[in-house]
């Protein structure tokens, strides 16, 4: 989890692709922002409609569009984007089928290449600390450094006791 353009988008498509953990691709209602933005499927609201309700495991509904997730998107390990809104639903609905490990991912400092609309939206999103995760990253580095701190964050929940999860990197 995190604002807009904090890496949570590399996040994933980095630990896919070192990892081979597959991420989620949230099921939306909205319209798509640009052609490379990979971390949805598109659908129409009618197709949205016909998901099967029963199956969510993460729905939100905010600023117009409505995200969800479905169980059968779950592989035995498994990355998934959300908001705090659908992290509050996985964990009432779902945290005795699933081992849930959360990381926070922020930036302090001017996000340049995002537009005030994104900027002013996450101003009062986030009411959760960073202490209510497993894991937060401060991501105001290089990308090589960036992704250094994830392979610690996948090792640490892959390779350690439950115990010795939390951590601020």
């Not at 598109?42 to 569009?65: R, Y």
């Amino acid at each position: 989890m995190g604002g807009s353009g904090t890496g949570k988008s590399h996040a994933v498509e980095y630990i896919e692709r070192k990892h081979g953990i597959p991420f989620i691709r949230s099921y939306t209602d909205r319209p798509q922002r640009e052609e490379k933005d990979i971390g949805h499927t598109f659908l129409t609201p009618e197709e949205f409609d016909k998901l099967n309700k029963h199956e969510m495991i993460a729905f939100n509904d905010s600023f117009g569009a409505r995200y969800c997730a479905l169980a059968s998107q779950v592989k035995d390990k498994t990355c998934y984007i959300i908001d705090e809104n659908g992290l509050r639903f996985i964990r009432d609905n779902c945290e005795d089928m699933f081992d849930i490990y959360t990381l926070r991912i922020y930036r302090s400092g001017n996000l340049i290449k995002i537009d005030n609309e994104r900027k002013d939206r996450d101003k009062n999103q986030f009411k959760m600390s960073i202490y209510d995760f497993d894991y937060a990253i401060l991501n105001n580095t290089t990308f090589e450094e960036f992704e250094s701190k994830l392979d610690l964050v996948v090792d640490k929940i892959f390779n350690s006791s439950y115990e010795e999860v939390f951590g601020i990197i």
